[in-house]
């Protein structure tokens, strides 16, 4: 259910974040500022946790949506082994319902989404153009090795020092054999009104291979790591005679 308007026309943009983590939220908050302050176009937030409050209160309309408890979900990602089915399917099934809900409700020409695992499915049931946004830490395009999340069950099982050192291998199989990000239904239409964003471990040295990618914008916090302080004291040296 997509409605067709010219290029130069302004959208309605749904943005789906986990309003439980912060890092999710300001990612999709900032997309959201583009969209709406550099094309005018319409976005509403579809969220529902403790940082929800971030889109509201920059006049942003929200729309709730089931979200798994953030407790649960960091507890679910502490053990690494994957939940019961019974759990998985019930948590798929009230998402996609909710999904489905707010974007009827919406009826958007787009959907943004960041950490929303039911929106690939959703989207596509529903007919819309989908942007998933993705932390290039948790992909096979992330140049640092990555840290083995505190309470994972690699460091129960290997113990601290083992764990950090195979766990980038693990996590490189992981990519490899069960992780890939996709893009759904995205038309040339909407790509010129729908932005993408990189973001996460990219450095002046790797940056061409993301800029292979094609995203919009490119995240690049290397540029500012470790800059060194500029001394504005303002003392002043005289000698007194």
Known sequence: MVRHHGRNAKKTIAVFCDGGF????????????????????????????????IPRDAGFEVVPVFTVDRDITMDVARKGTPPSMG???????????????ALEAIKPDAVVADMRWSMSTS???????????????????????????????????????????TFPAIEKLRSEFGGTVRFYGVSDESAATVLSFANGGITLENIHKYALA?????????????????????????EIY
């Not at 759990?87 to 809900?101: E, H, N, T």
């Not at 995203?215 to 040296?237: E, K, N, Q």
């Open 123 to 165: 989207a596509r049931a529903f007919g819309i153009p989908y942007v998933a946004v993705a932390n290039a830490c948790w992909t096979d395009r992330f140049a640092q090795p990555i840290e083995v999340p505190e309470g994972h069950i690699t460091s129960k099982i290997l113990g601290k020092w083992l764990a950090k050192a």
């Open 214 to 238: 094609g995203p919009d914008y490119i995240s690049v916090g290397a540029l500012t790591h470790s800059a060194p302080a500029v001394d504005l004291s303002m003392r002043i040296t005289a």
């Open 22 to 53: 912060l890092a999710h939220v300001t990612r999709s908050f900032e997309v959201g500022r583009a969209l709406r302050h550099c094309f005018g176009h319409r976005v509403v937030f579809c969220c529902d946790g403790p940082y929800t409050h």
């Open 87 to 101: 759990w998985w399917k019930s948590v798929c099934d009230q998402s996609v319902a909710s999904d489905l809900q």
